[in-house]
């Protein structure tokens, strides 16, 4: 392509700047190698297909990272298999760790520590990166004293924040979807950059050389570099070992999203009367926001259509993960006579516009025993305690009430920015 620029290269990577997108955003083409490296470089091996299945699996985690909401660098992927179209950023020096169970590196610096110790919540560790002495690791304080600035902002301690909670939340998302594959995802290494609009995103790559992954918890059957880093000698068996490695977690993680089929969880909307219908959708539109794809929307009565309404919810009671969240206004009948009678879980979400609202809201708090329903003020809460639920079976909800969390964190922190920029 004559519009290619290159402006970096590394050990295993190419980056070329490529027009800016419709919006103006400054692009970068990331152009992967066949070269696999470790202890910075010492060992050094062409693979063959070694840039298509990092690319791949760099596709795949950001695909599935982009779905939750999460901020990364990455775009889309690129005409060739060994190549990314990415936001072109400047890349903020720190390698972010996020361990779950102690292994490696972990262990020589704090000797005591059994390796197979569990980090609840996760470690987070940061790594300067400096190749000449062997990424030292750094402190918040020597961050934060290192002044950088990128693009104009400033990685003050707010940012220092940031990126730690973005670490931990990607970490968070990735375990969870390794673990519906039945591996467990042991430790991960991040890097930031800022865009050229001054935001922070998760740059760079996330590939099998940026984890552990153990299948069924055992080390044993590690998929990941370190499988490249313990060979006494790397022998082209075990290169070829190491390639269907390679290969194997690049299929794997194109099941990270989900197909939609695939997605079971399940909300339905009862409401006593079609002038809730408001409310019905304020619902709808969060759920999915908050990435449940099976919404249904239903009008009954528990006091005028008893007994449909009783067959309304036998329908739902198919084994499927199903929360069920009622909207009535007056005196809740809906909610309860529900709720006690069926095992699944209803959310009473009265609509409480009427003058009445504080008497008729007894109807959806007081109730005779052996009843369980909860009781939340608005429809979009509903919605959100829903999704907290379903969340439990479904990595996507999961993450996407995670990262939505953490964007009312960031907001957080760009307010108080305004008022001090330390
Ligand atoms: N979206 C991006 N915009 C600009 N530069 C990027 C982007 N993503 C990655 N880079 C940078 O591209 C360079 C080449 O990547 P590569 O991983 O090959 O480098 P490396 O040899 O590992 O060196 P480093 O220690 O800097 O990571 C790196 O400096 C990396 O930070
Ligand atoms: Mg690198």
């Known amino acids: 392509m004559a519009t290619e620029e290159r402006i970096n290269e590394g050990k295993t990577k190419e980056i070329f700047r490529i027009p800016p997108g419709d919006d103006g955003t400054k692009l970068v083409l990331v152009r992967s190698r066949d070269t696999l490296t470790a202890f910075n470089a010492k060992r050094k091996d062409e693979v063959d297909g070694k840039a298509v299945f990092a690319t791949q699996t760099t596709i795949n985690v950001f695909n599935y990272l982009n779905d939750l909401g999460c901020p990364t660098a990455f775009v889309r992927a690129g005409d060739k298999e060994n190549e990314f179209i990415a936001q072109e950023c400047l890349m903020i020096p720190i390698e972010w760790v996020a361990r779950r169970i102690a292994t490696g590196s972990f262990l020589k610096r704090n000797p005591g520590v059994p390796e197979g110790y569990t980090f609840k919540p996760l470690k987070i560790e940061t790594f300067f990166k400096d190749d000449a002495n062997d990424d030292p690791q750094w402190s918040d304080e020597q961050i934060l004293n290192a002044k950088f600035e990128f693009n104009n902002r400033k990685i003050g301690k707010n940012e220092i924040y940031w990126m730690k909670r973005l670490t931990d939340a990607v970490f968070r998302v990735l ?236 907001k957080v922190f760009e307010a108080d920015n305004l008022f001090n920029n330390n």
């Not at 984890?211 to 070829?240: H, I, M, S």
């Not at 079976?393 to 999961?398: E, L, V």
Request: proline share 4%.
């Open 175 to 410: 375990e969870k979807a390794w673990r519906t594959l039945g591996c467990a995802l042991v430790d991960m290494k991040v890097e930031f950059g800022v865009t050229s609009k001054g935001q922070i995103v998760l740059a760079d790559v996330i590939d099998n050389d940026s984890w552990r992954v153990w299948p069924g918890g055992d080390k044993r059957l590690q998929l990941d570099k370190q499988f490249y880093r313990d060979l006494n000698e790397v022998t082209g068996d075990a290169l070829v070992e190491l390639k269907k490695n390679y290969h194997k977690v690049q299929i794997l993680t194109e099941d990270f999203l989900p197909r939609p089929e695939d997605r079971k969880a399940r909300l339905l909307i009862v409401a006593g009367s079609g002038a809730d219908k408001p409310f019905i959708d304020e619902a709808a539109l969060l759920a999915g926001k908050y990435g449940i794809t099976n919404v249904f929307r239903r009008i009954s009565s528990a006091h005028k259509s008893t007994s449909e309404a009783l067959d309304l919810i036998a329908e739902y009671e198919d084994g499927t993960p199903t929360v069920v969240i009622c909207i009535a206004g007056r005196s809740n009948g809906l909610g309860p006579v529900l709720s006690s009678n069926s095992t699944l879980p209803v959310i009473n979400a009265p609509n409480n516009s009427a003058d009445w609202a504080a008497q008729d809201i007894w109807s959806s708090l007081r109730m005779p025993t052996g009843v369980g329903c909860t009781t939340v003020l608005n429809s979009s809460e509903a919605a959100l305690a829903a999704a907290k639920i379903l969340s439990l079976n479904d990595h996507i909800i999961f993450g996407r009430i995670l990262f939505t969390q953490l964007s009312n964190v960031g």
